[in-house]
Antibody
Framework: EVHLVESGGGLVQPGGSLRLSCAASGFTFSNYGMNWVRQAPGKGLEWVSYISSSSSTMYYADSVKGRFTISRDNAKNSLYLQMNSLRAEDTAVYYC??????WGQGTLVTVSS | EIVLTQSPGTLSLSPGERASLACRASQSVSNNYLAWYRQKPGQAPRLLIYGASNRAAGIPDRFSGSGSGTDFTLTISRLEPEDFAVYYCQQYGSSPYTFGQGTKLEIK
């Protein structure tokens, strides 16, 4: 059974940094592209970033380009999202997703002073 | 960037009725890479349809997807109580992988 568990969320001040992690199990992690998707409170879904299985290709939404970095460690079955220069509008639940077929339960990031 | 517009914003129906949800893209979706999701309150989205018309694993056959190019439809043939939720379409044919704004399906 595919299982994705996000961690690393919390309260951070504007301009601060946070690193999210996603632990994967139940499938061959190194074979699949992975995504981060976020959802601000009471709002719709927003795709954030994609990384290919070998880390050779990465894409970002314009809203996070230059501030967020996606990465993965296939040996540890883990996906990461390094978030720098955080803004209030980055406040959201962040989901990792195996392509888009399987999703974790999300981790809440709150950017506030 | 491909903008997806979903309609209607809210759909009020009764259990057992048929629901049709629309998703229109601002430009053609590459390879018809269009997905539909259902999201219940407090839960992660669940993939229903991928590639415009393919049901995801474990999705009952009352869900069907159709369309190509710029116009897509999700049809739920007979609404069950658990179907009253928010539905999103998404294109994953070209980056950025955009979502529609959602359709809320509520009990009439």
């Amino acid at each position: 059974e595919v299982h994705l568990v996000e961690s690393g969320g919390g309260l951070v001040q504007p301009g601060g940094s946070l690193r999210l992690s996603c632990a994967a199990s139940g499938f061959t992690f190194s074979n699949y592209g992975m995504n981060w998707v976020r959802q601000a409170p009471g709002k719709g879904l927003e795709w954030v970033s994609y990384i290919s299985s070998s880390s050779s290709t990465m894409y970002y939404a314009d809203s996070v380009k230059g501030r967020f970095t996606i990465s993965r460690d296939n040996a540890k079955n883990s996906l990461y999202l390094q978030m720098n220069s955080l803004r209030a509008e980055d406040t959201a639940v962040y989901y990792c997703a195996q392509r888009f077929a399987y999703w974790g339960q999300g981790t809440l990031v709150t950017v506030s002073s | 960037e491909i903008v997806l517009t979903q309609s209607p914003g809210t759909l009020s129906l009764s259990p057992g009725e048929r629901a049709s949800l629309a998703c229109r893209a601002s430009q053609s979706v590459s390879n018809n890479y269009l997905a539909w999701y259902r999201q219940k309150p407090g839960q992660a989205p669940r993939l229903l349809i991928y590639g415009a018309s393919n049901r995801a694993a474990g999705i009952p056959d009352r869900f069907s997807g159709s369309g190509s190019g710029t116009d897509f439809t999700l049809t739920i043939s007979r609404l069950e109580p658990e179907d009253f939720a928010v539905y999103y379409c998404q294109q994953y044919g070209s980056s950025p992988y955009t979502f529609g704004q959602g359709t809320k399906l509520e009990i009439k």
